[in-house]
């Protein structure tokens, strides 16, 4: 293919049709259009349902509007958010997604530092993966705030709080894996050369620093028992994380290079890797459960969770996984773990968000679970259902990682072999 | 000016006045679970016998509040008086101060698009001195006032009456006080066993030493 040469890099000199309308594309939109329905529903919920005050209903009491937002808010659930679950599936979605794509990027971090060849060749491409996802999340957690209030965050910024951190935290570490990669494919060979123990030891600094202000985002809800009380929280986040990444390293590796030399080999080391750290999982998974205030690992482990917990994710994640990854030669068993990782690690995320808001708030006097009117039930577990809206967006995240590696591939060939 | 409640709560008697009036006097978004006050109900039996135990409740402006603290962009801040208030304007929606808060004290104004909460009527303080619900309440379950005023009926009413907090054990540093019942049959049944009961000549200097450190927030 005819390339153009700018700034060191090889760009592929390719018309606007095959860069945009191409199989994968074609898929891409359709995720996308998903997502951008369920966006639709969500900003209708969030921005334009029928809601009032006490005082409208006394400035003006004929206005027809009146009385649909009347019956809404006597007869309906008024509005996007439970308060009694303010974190939803769009949040599982985003640790997923971020937490992914930013463990393949510190995994080839980490094989770059001990040497291991096989990745080397191929880095490029994984960390257009973990790119890939880092903004499939991003884009996630964009359709959960109010966008336009976003500026308070530079105007009257609360410097101490996690949920801040992460705005500087992405503005680094976005241009920093963007850097890396261009590090990885530009033709200065020597620069990359020179810099690369120092870029690959700041990467591993700033993975870390980031799993540490997610893990603090989780651990200052004090009275969120299953978030505070779960030991080592960012090294759980990086443990779990590199299961799920190294399942998505297991299926992006078949697709793309299934037909090369490398295969056989990378598969071995994808293998071998995923033991080790499904092992450390399952460490942290025995320890964290003990450590964990009982009402809430009982929730989990026996209460309304634990068919979730267990079929869900310990099966695919451990039983059958390392079954499948236990006798080593048959790459096809790795791919098929792979597969089962990364849905184990889906459903994971979803149970630490839904487990951490389970134990309703209400035993505020030690006495019970609370109610609000005499005919309701005092509700000992709290499971709001993700709206479709939202199930969407997370189908259309998909649609945003896909586009980002495939606007990647089409113009730097991220899948081919790269020696440096 | 440290500003705190009182709540008599074994004078109940869920009339729900207190919502309503709070509702009026603040605008707040109607909807079963859009309130910035609310009384909780538990169910019981004691030998036998059923009790039904009612806890008015609403946000308790903790002194180390978990909601100010995570919120990136200062939207829940302390005003005088160690209030707690959300800024509409500023909320981007995170939804962290709601996880934060141990007591449930926050919800969605879907109206503003931001969250919200109780602020002690801050806004007619300086005129009544009290708030919507106290105000409204006919059997004078609250009492609002000023923890640095020796004078005002809250501390009077504090000096009187053991006391205790919800979810002391969190280290937030309510500003509920709730007094334990003069009924001791109500009094057992509707204090959680591990609850600590206090007094003001106990608790004072714990609350002074807290209120000085945060009182340069208190803007």
């Not at chain 1, 994808?270 to 964290?288: D, H, N």
């Given at each position: 293919m005819e390339m153009i040469t700018f700034a060191g890099l090889d760009i592929n000199k390719m018309s606007f049709k095959q860069m945009f309308f191409n199989r994968a594309m074609l898929l891409a939109y359709l995720l996308l259009i998903v997502g951008i329905l369920g966006l639709y529903q969500v900003y209708d919920l969030r921005y334009f349902s029928a809601t009032l005050t006490a005082h409208d209903a006394g400035i003006d009491p004929t206005n027809p509007a009146l009385k649909e937002a009347m019956r809404e808010a006597i007869f309906g659930t008024v509005g996007e958010i439970d308060r009694n679950s303010p974190w939803t599936v769009l949040i599982s979605n985003y640790m997923f997604m971020l937490y992914t794509g930013s463990g393949i990027i510190f995994l080839v971090a980490l094989a770059e530092l001990l040497k291991f060849k096989v990745i080397e060749k191929l880095s490029v491409g994984f960390m257009v993966v973990g790119v890939a996802m880092v903004f499939a999340g991003l884009f996630t957690i964009t359709t959960d705030l109010h966008v336009l209030n976003i500026p308070w965050m530079l105007i009257t910024p609360n410097t101490e709080a996690a949920m801040w951190m992460m705005l500087p935290l992405y503005l680094v570490y976005i241009p920093f894996v963007l850097f890396e990669i261009y590090l990885l494919l530009t033709n200065n060979r020597a620069l990359a050369r020179k810099l690369a123990l120092v870029i690959v030891i700041m990467s591993i600094g700033i993975d870390f620093i980031e799993y540490y202000i997610q893990a603090s985002l989780f651990s200052m809800n004090t009275a969120r028992h299953l978030w505070t009380q779960f030991p080592a929280l960012t090294l759980y986040f990086i443990v779990s994380s590199f299961v799920s990444s190294l399942g998505v390293m297991g299926v992006y590796t078949y697709l793309v290079h299934r037909?090369?030399?490398?295969?056989?080999?990378?598969?071995?080391?994808?293998?071998?890797?995923?033991?080790?750290?499904?092992?450390?999982?399952?460490?942290?998974?025995?320890?964290?459960?003990?450590?964990?205030?009982?009402?809430w690992a009982n929730m989990i482990l026996q209460g309304p969770f634990s068919t979730l917990y267990f079929f869900g994710y310990v099966l695919l994640t451990f039983v059958l996984s390392l079954l499948l990854l236990i006798k080593p030669g048959n790459a096809n068993r790795t791919v098929l773990a792979s597969m089962l990782v990364i849905i184990g690690g889906f459903v994971s995320r979803l149970i630490f968000v839904y487990g951490g808001n389970a134990v309703p708030m209400s035993n505020r006097f030690g006495t019970g679970f609370e109610k609000n009117e005499v005919y309701d039930v005092a509700e000992p577990f709290i499971y709001t259902a993700p709206h479709l809206g939202e199930l969407c967006i997370v189908i259309g995240s998909i649609g945003v990682a896909l586009i980002t590696y495939k606007v990647f591939d089409g113009l730097f060939s991220v899948a081919k072999l790269k020696q440096h | 000016m440290n500003y705190a409640m009182a709540l008599d709560y074994q004078s109940c008697i869920n009339c729900k006045a207190c919502e309503v009036a709070c509702k009026e006097e603040n605008g707040v978004q109607l909807g079963a679970d859009k309130q910035r006050i609310w009384v909780g109900m538990v169910e019981g039996s004691n030998e036998g016998k059923p009790f039904v135990n009612l806890y008015p409740s609403q946000c308790n402006h903790c002194i180390d509040a978990p909601c100010v603290s995570v919120c990136p962009t200062n939207a829940s801040h302390y005003i005088a008086g160690g209030i707690i208030k959300v800024n509409a304007d500023q909320c981007i929606l995170c939804k962290g101060c709601m996880e934060a808060c141990p007591y449930d004290a926050r919800f969605i104004d879907d109206t503003k698009v931001a969250v919200d909460k109780c602020t002690f009527c801050e806004h007619q303080i300086a005129e009544t001195g009290t708030t919507a619900c106290q105000a409204t309440c006919p059997t004078k379950v609250r009492t609002f006032g000023d923890l640095d005023d020796p004078n005002s009926d809250l501390v009077k009413l504090l000096e009187k009456r053991r006391f205790f907090f919800q979810k002391e054990e969190i280290g937030t540093l309510p500003k509920l006080f709730y007094l334990v019942p003069e009924d001791e049959a109500y009094a057992k049944q509707s204090i959680g066993p591990n609850t600590k009961i206090h007094t003001w000549d106990e608790i004072k200097p714990l609350y002074e030493r807290a209120a000085k450190r945060r009182s340069q927030e208190w803007k």
């Open positions: 037909n090369k030399s490398e295969y056989q080999p990378l598969m071995s080391l994808i293998r071998r890797t995923m033991l080790i750290a499904i092992v450390l999982l399952g460490v942290f998974e025995v320890v964290g459960y003990m450590s964990v205030d009982k009402v | -």
